[in-house]
Every structure is written in structure tokens, then in C-alpha cells.
């Protein structure tokens, strides 16, 4: 069983900045690719950006630019840092988890999910 708990979410002003952070339980944390999505109400799950135990990344194209993934596999932590930030990008920000290790776009993909958190972004 996996656990995954986010944080860093919150009200921020357009055009700045905010980092979430997602700390994984488990011993093969670093096999895992680890990915961040996020749904805004009336809205689906849509991916954000994912990484791999060897720090490939990949993002989705409207966000290429803005946010970065990162992790740190010694601290079972994946970050995301949201720079520039827009109304458009408020939304719950869930992490998760693919333990079969597959750099994947779509939720179904992955196994395991946190809670998720809120960020708000106001214009």
C-alpha cells in the first residue's frame, strides 16, 4: 500500500508562484514514476507533469514553461513548482503514483492518489 499526502497549496495572486510537495510512503518510492494532475470544479482530472525514477519528465504542452517536477527520492518527495501562475489554473492538485514504473498522461494510469490541494489563484 502506497500513501501519498500533499501540501504547499493555497491563495495565491496571479502571477505568482507556489510549491506543492507530495510525501509517498513505501520502500520503492524511487521505482515509482510520480505524477501531478488537477481538476477544477465542473471540470475532469487533466494531466499536469510526471517523472520518473530517473528524473525524466514530461508535461503537458500547456504547461511546459510554467511548471516544473522534481523529486527527491532519498526524502520520498515529488515537488511541483507552479511559476506565473493564472485564474485558469485554479484547482484541486492531486498526486499520484504509478508503481509499474510507465511515464504516463492519463489518470487510469496510475494506481495510487492523495487527497489532494487546493490551489487558488486570484486575478
Known amino acids: 500500500q502506497v500513501q501519498l499526502v500533499e501540501s504547499g497549496g493555497g491563495l495565491v495572486q496571479a502571477g505568482g508562484s507556489l510549491r506543492l510537495s507530495c510525501a509517498a510512503s513505501?520502500?520503492?518510492?524511487?521505482?515509482?514514476?510520480m505524477g501531478w494532475f488537477r481538476q477544477a470544479p465542473g471540470k475532469e482530472r487533466e494531466f499536469v507533469s510526471a517523472?520518473?525514477?530517473?528524473?525524466?519528465?514530461y508535461y503537458a504542452d500547456s504547461l511546459k514553461g510554467r511548471f516544473t517536477i522534481s523529486r527527491d527520492n532519498a526524502k520520498n518527495t515529488v515537488y511541483l513548482q507552479m511559476n506565473s501562475l493564472k485564474p485558469e489554473d485554479t484547482a484541486v492538485y492531486y498526486c499520484?503514483?504509478?508503481?509499474?514504473?510507465?511515464?504516463?498522461?492519463?489518470?487510469?494510469?496510475?494506481?495510487?492518489w492523495g487527497q489532494g490541494t487546493q490551489v487558488t489563484v486570484s486575478s
Open positions: 517523472i520518473s525514477w530517473a528524473s525524466i519528465t
Open positions: 513505501g520502500r520503492t518510492f524511487s521505482t515509482y514514476v
Open positions: 499520484a503514483a504509478n508503481v509499474a514504473g510507465r511515464l504516463r498522461d492519463r489518470p487510469v494510469e496510475y494506481d495510487y
